[in-house]
């Protein structure tokens, strides 16, 4: 269907003079439509407009990840007063606690899993609408080869992990979860190098899609930093919004830093219409999600540090599991939200 889309749309921009075309971006998914800004004719004024509104929204989830961590922290103190007893009372109350910490996060871990999974599928699918009609006025504007041959690329790219996700990484979430329950439960080394191989088999994966998508984003020359910092994006808060996304993205920050700059230099010069509003669109479908992962993200993590100062090493270290469950998550609907930003920065910075 996409491929149909394309090739209409090529059609007719080549048909059509370049100043007689219009290009309107597709309408946003129906759970982006409440943080969808008003204004959208400017970038900046709606990503701030998207900001605030994502994260007023924020009190519910972090009442509920409150609530899961003050659950947790009490079922490990009470595992820490009953480590004063030896035998079978011990083990006991070590199965206990990693029984109750499980049952406690896993409820809220289950649904933020499939809020993500959710997250990715409607970003890849409005990538599907977006792209062809960047392509089209991209090439309307004389670019019909290197439009074609971008919309290709980053269908293939998106496609692969995309479906990557949603078939596999996602699901081995829920083996590393259970895995680490296990883990915590019963103290196996073996478990924990299952555990272990699990994780390094998603971050890995990961790692990989984006070190080839930045790669062949940087041999056309779009991932580069030869085309200098735009005055609206000066160098500081360039390098200091790097930085962030490569503290605050688990896992594949790092390469997802260096990607953004592509957005971060290009945000300032968006002229066409039809790309801000699908930007704006994307950032709408994905800010919420992301950040409400997020917070259950740091507060297990701040969670897992206070137990660690009085609870058992096991019960904490399934704490911790926990909370890189939540940062696997984070990686994988920030990788599929920048991959369509830094595609559709592409067709912008042809189009002008």
Same mark, same amino acid.
Request: glycine fraction near 10%; charged fraction near 10%.
């Given at each position: 269907?996409?491929?149909?889309?394309?090739?209409?749309?090529?059609?007719?921009?080549?048909?059509?003079?370049?100043?007689?075309?219009?290009? &309107?971006?597709?309408?946003?998914?129906?759970?982006?439509?409440?943080?969808?800004?008003?204004?959208?004719?400017?970038?900046?004024?709606?990503?701030?407009?998207?900001?605030?509104?994502?994260?007023?929204?924020?009190?519910?989830?972090?009442?509920?990840?409150?609530?899961?961590?003050?659950?947790?922290?009490?079922?490990?103190?009470?595992?820490?007063?009953?480590? #004063?007893? *030896?035998?079978?009372?011990?083990?006991?109350?070590?199965?206990?606690?990693a029984t109750a910490i499980a049952a406690g996060v896993l409820l809220s871990a289950n649904s933020l899993i499939r809020l993500g999974s959710q997250t990715v599928t409607e970003i890849s699918e409005y990538g599907k609408l977006l792209l062809p009609v960047m392509t089209a006025a991209m090439a309307a504007q004389g670019g019909a080869? #290197?439009?074609?041959?971008?919309?290709?690329?980053?269908?293939?790219?998106?496609?692969?992990?995309?479906?990557?996700? *949603?078939?596999?990484?996602?699901?081995?979430?829920?083996?590393?979860?259970?895995? #680490?329950?296990?883990?915590?439960?019963?103290?196996?080394?073996?478990?924990?190098?299952?555990?272990?191989?699990?994780?390094?088999? @998603?971050?890995?994966?990961?790692?990989?899609?984006?070190?080839?998508?930045?790669?062949?984003?940087?041999?056309?020359?779009?991932?580069?930093?030869?085309?200098? @910092?735009?005055?609206?994006?000066?160098?500081?808060?360039?390098?200091?919004?790097?930085?962030?996304?490569?503290?605050?993205?688990? @896992?594949?920050?790092?390469?997802? #830093?260096?990607?953004?700059?592509?957005?971060? @230099?290009?945000?300032?010069?968006?002229?066409?219409?039809?790309?801000?509003?699908?930007?704006?669109?994307?950032?709408?479908?994905?800010? *919420?999600?992301?950040?409400?992962?997020?917070?259950?993200?740091?507060?297990?993590?701040?969670?897992?540090?206070?137990?660690?100062?009085?609870?058992?090493?096991?019960?904490?270290?399934?704490?911790?599991?926990? *909370? &890189?469950?939540?940062?696997?998550?984070?990686?994988?609907?920030?990788?599929?939200?920048?991959?369509?930003?830094?595609?559709?920065?592409?067709?912008?910075?042809?189009?002008?």
């Amino acid at each position: 269907m996409s491929k149909l889309i394309l090739a209409v749309a090529l059609i007719f921009a080549l048909a059509i003079p370049a100043s007689a075309v219009e290009f &309107t971006a597709p309408q946003v998914p129906e759970k982006g439509a409440e943080l969808m800004p008003e204004d959208t004719g400017s970038f900046a004024a709606g990503l701030m407009e998207l900001l605030r509104d994502a994260v007023w929204g924020l009190r519910p989830d972090l009442k509920e990840a409150s609530k899961v961590s003050l659950g947790v922290i009490a079922a490990v103190m009470m595992v820490s007063l009953l480590q #004063s007893f *030896s035998g079978n009372v011990k083990t006991v109350a070590n199965l206990v606690g990693a029984t109750a910490i499980a049952a406690g996060v896993l409820l809220s871990a289950n649904s933020l899993i499939r809020l993500g999974s959710q997250t990715v599928t409607e970003i890849s699918e409005y990538g599907k609408l977006l792209l062809p009609v960047m392509t089209a006025a991209m090439a309307a504007q004389g670019g019909a080869a #290197s439009s074609t041959a971008l919309y290709a690329g980053t269908a293939v790219f998106d496609s692969v992990l995309s479906s990557l996700i *949603s078939r596999m990484l996602g699901p081995m979430v829920y083996l590393f979860l259970a895995l #680490s329950a296990a883990n915590g439960a019963i103290g196996e080394n073996i478990l924990g190098k299952l555990r272990d191989l699990v994780k390094n088999v @998603v971050s890995w994966s990961l790692k990989t899609i984006l070190t080839v998508f930045t790669t062949y984003m940087t041999v056309t020359g779009v991932v580069s930093g030869s085309y200098g @910092v735009n005055p609206m994006t000066d160098a500081a808060a360039l390098k200091a919004t790097k930085v962030t996304i490569s503290s605050v993205v688990p @896992v594949v920050g790092g390469i997802l #830093s260096d990607a953004s700059e592509a957005v971060l @230099v290009s945000a300032g010069l968006m002229k066409n219409a039809a790309g801000i509003y699908g930007i704006l669109a994307v950032l709408a479908v994905f800010l *919420s999600p992301f950040l409400k992962i997020g917070v259950h993200y740091l507060i297990l993590k701040l969670t897992a540090a206070v137990c660690g100062i009085f609870g058992e090493k096991g019960l904490t270290e399934l704490i911790g599991d926990f *909370s &890189t469950a939540m940062g696997l998550l984070l990686a994988m609907t920030g990788s599929e939200c920048l991959l369509l930003l830094i595609s559709t920065v592409c067709f912008l910075k042809g189009v002008g």
